[in-house]
């Protein structure tokens, strides 16, 4: 099975004499400017015309959208251009259908056969590049036409699209529009439409008197296109309207009488009529009588008479009938303070436990209570506000009243920050508001209905300030006067050996008794006798660095008797068993909380040449962040030393080669370049290999 599709290419669009540099194709999903596959141009180029083949072996079958775009030589970009087309598939055996021609044409189609043709190799797809003489046409906006035909003789659909050309040179930035012109319907071409004056500018808003005397009476197409200042068409705007022409008509006969009924016809005799005074139009629904009706919706049947005795035509309306009581809607309050309730008293009438309430407090044209009767609302807001209560009855039934209500403002007030003193000494209190002052409670204060008492409590207080305003509100705050006393404290202190504590001004490391006397910000003075107790570091040993034979293992014993155990494996026992190669450490806590550690190096001897006596390798640091330095000891007179770096899983990241003298080697292995991990380090001689790990961090 092959994949058959065939892509048209057109000039994407006349640019303004800037040389084109890369053009560019993707399919679907845009991958940024840039990005998307490149197509071969010639050099200086400034128009391109590319009919190309298009590799889609990596799409599915299916609708999918080609894009195109160029850059200038001055890197700017033009637009996107898009095209869609059908992906399918087609068997290797059935007959294919090859292109025998191609034609386009611009602006107006001339035909079948008609148009400019180009040469193209008989095939089914088509990779064709020209380029298009676009000499004689005007500046402005224009719209390139491709047709293809195939062997079978079956033309398929014109491909479009629309280019703008624009005169060379370096315009402005954005062009200005200098003139117009509009046309109704039919469209007699550029600059052959009725004109427009206007005056130079990026935008345009107008308003100009349109003729419409060679407009029938009917639907039209007003549109309009504007000329900038480099003789530049812009795209036509249209809008449809439709023109009525007045025609006199003779006046309406008048009415002289009209009969009704509701739902079903009682017959001629039975029906309900009106009387009326005579004219064109009238206005009967405050005169119908709707006894008899249920609630509900009825059907209207009305008819009329004029005065020449012509009957109309039977009317129909649906309506709504209720027998309801209009209420009246009335409520009262008084001014509350902000922070209260307030209280909604109801002095509707024709009301009943049936009728619906709608409360809006603020009047904003949303409900926030459906309470019947009086009820109570707190404000969040305060000053004159509006409360509208609507009352219905039925469905019809229904009318409303609004009120203001004056939610009265609290008196700002401040009774100042929190203070901190000693005990015995006094502060003075400096609250700012206005009104009447009472502080609460009363112990420890000079006055109470100042707004600046001295305060000395005898234990730390909370002092509550209220003031009330001329308008009766009163508003709260509260200070916190926070008392400390001079104390001697006798407390104790433990440290393990090698850490140290601050004490009487510098840091202790020996057991004993210690006196420091403190003074806060307030001079209260405290003195503190501090016994120091200096506790031993516990002693754990895990032995010396040892080297593993093949599969052999080992246990590596922190000691008993300790609160925690803190392996470099993350195990938190006394002792471990170890059959890899690596460091290994332990940190041990004991009851006193102090902490020792101890380390060891555990190598092995890997492989068929498990000699590895050939020379001594060591390494440091282990971990590290970037640097190692290595010690070869070469005393067999080896040429060289293979180093090969694996990574935790087996990968093989890095291999280097050692030249070696006779003696010590230092040497120092950058690896800034590996992750952050643990690393396989095997080195080999032709007298044995040696294996370690690192761990970078």
Not at 250 to 271: H, K, Q, T, V
Not at 453 to 461: L, R
Not at 482 to 503: M, N
Not at 520 to 539: A, K, M, Q, R, Y
Request: hydrophobic fraction near 35%; include cysteine.
């Amino acid at each position: 099975m092959k994949w058959v599709v065939i892509i048209f290419t057109m000039c994407t669009q006349a640019v303004l004499a800037q040389n084109i540099v890369r053009l560019e194709y993707f399919i679907d999903t845009d991958p940024g400017y840039g990005m998307g596959q490149s197509l071969t141009i010639s050099a200086n180029t400034t128009t391109l015309d590319i009919l190309s083949e298009i590799d889609l072996n990596e799409i599915t079958t299916g609708v999918h959208t080609l894009y195109f775009r160029i850059k200038d030589e001055n890197n700017v970009w033009s637009h996107t251009n898009s095209r869609v087309f059908l992906k399918e598939a087609t068997s290797s055996g059935n007959t294919s259908v090859s292109v025998s021609d191609v034609e386009y044409f611009l602006d107006e189609d001339p035909g079948h056969g008609s148009g400019i043709p180009l040469s193209v190799a008989s095939n089914s797809q088509i990779d064709h590049k020209t380029s298009l003489n676009i000499s004689e046409i005007t500046n402005g906006v224009h719209t390139i036409y491709f047709r293809i035909r195939d062997s079978s003789g079956s033309r398929g659909l014109a491909h479009s699209k629309s280019f703008v050309k624009a005169q060379v040179g370096n315009p402005p930035s954005r062009p200005q529009f200098v003139s117009g012109e509009y046309f109704f319907d039919a469209d007699p071409g550029p600059g052959n439409g009725l004109p427009l004056t206007i005056s130079e500018s990026e935008a345009l808003d107008f308003t100009t008197p349109i003729g419409l005397s060679e407009v029938g009476n009917g639907v039209h197409t007003f549109n309009i296109r504007l000329r900038d200042n480099f003789s530049n068409w812009s795209f036509v705007h249209s809008r449809p309207f439709v023109r009525q022409l007045n025609t006199q008509r003779e006046p309406l006969p008048a009415i002289s009488s009209l009969e009704y009924y509701f739902d079903s016809d009682p017959g001629a005799g039975n029906r309900r009529s009106l009387s009326l005074e005579q004219k064109a139009a009238i206005d009967i629904m405050g005169s119908l009588d709707l006894s008899g009706n249920a609630t509900g919706t009825h059907t209207l049947f009305l008819k009329s008479t004029d005065e020449n005795g012509a009957p109309s035509f039977v009317h129909t309306q649906d309506i709504f009938i209720d027998d309801c009581v209009f209420p009246t809607p009335g409520f009262a309050t008084e001014p509350t303070c902000f922070g209260e309730m307030l209280t909604f008293e109801d002095l509707s009438s024709g009301v009943d436990t049936n009728t619906i309430y709608s409360w809006d407090f603020g009047n904003d044209g949303s409900i926030d209570s459906n309470q019947n009767g009086s009820l109570l609302h707190f404000f969040q807001q305060q000053g004159v506000l509006e409360v509208e209560l609507k009352v219905q009855n039925g469905t019809l039934c229904k009318d409303s009243i609004v009120h203001e209500v004056n939610i009265l403002p609290l008196p700002d007030i401040d009774a100042g920050s929190d203070v901190e003193i000693c005990l015995g000494d006094s502060i003075m209190l400096g609250a700012i508001a206005t009104g009447s002052f009472t502080w609460n409670p009363t112990a420890g204060l000079s006055k109470t209905d100042i707004n600046n008492p001295f305060a000395k409590p005898e234990s730390t207080t909370e002092y509550m300030l209220t003031v009330t305003a001329d308008n009766g509100c009163s508003n709260t705050d509260q200070l916190m006067v926070t008392i400390y006393d001079t104390y001697k404290v006798d407390t104790g202190a433990q440290i393990c050996e090698g850490d140290s504590i601050k004490l009487e001004g510098s840091y202790q490391k020996i057991s004993g008794v210690y006196m420091d006397t403190l003074q806060s910000i307030f001079g209260c003075d405290s003195i503190i006798n501090t016994t120091l107790t200096v506790h031993e570091l516990p002693t754990v040993s895990l032995g010396d660095d040892f080297t593993l034979c093949g599969n052999c293992e080992e246990t590596l014993d922190a000691g008993a008797g300790f609160e925690e155990y803190a392996w470099s494996n993350g195990l938190a026992i006394q002792a471990i068993t170890v059959g890899e190669p690596g460091e290994y450490f332990v940190k041990v806590t004991d009851a006193n909380g102090c902490s020792n550690a101890d380390t060891v190096v555990v190598d092995q001897v890997l492989g068929i040449h498990d000699n590895f006596e050939f020379l001594g390798i060591s390494l440091f640091p282990n971990p590290t962040d970037r640097w190692i330095n290595l010690m070869i000891d070469n005393d067999d007179g080896l040429q060289e030393v293979r180093i090969l770096i694996s990574n935790i899983l087996g990968k093989a990241v890095e291999e280097r080669v050692i030249e070696l003298k006779l003696g010590k080697n230092p040497v120092i292995l950058d690896y800034k370049h590996l992750a952050k991990g643990m690393y396989n380090m095997l080195f080999i001689s032709e007298k044995g290999e040696i294996y370690k790990k690192v761990l970078l961090e």
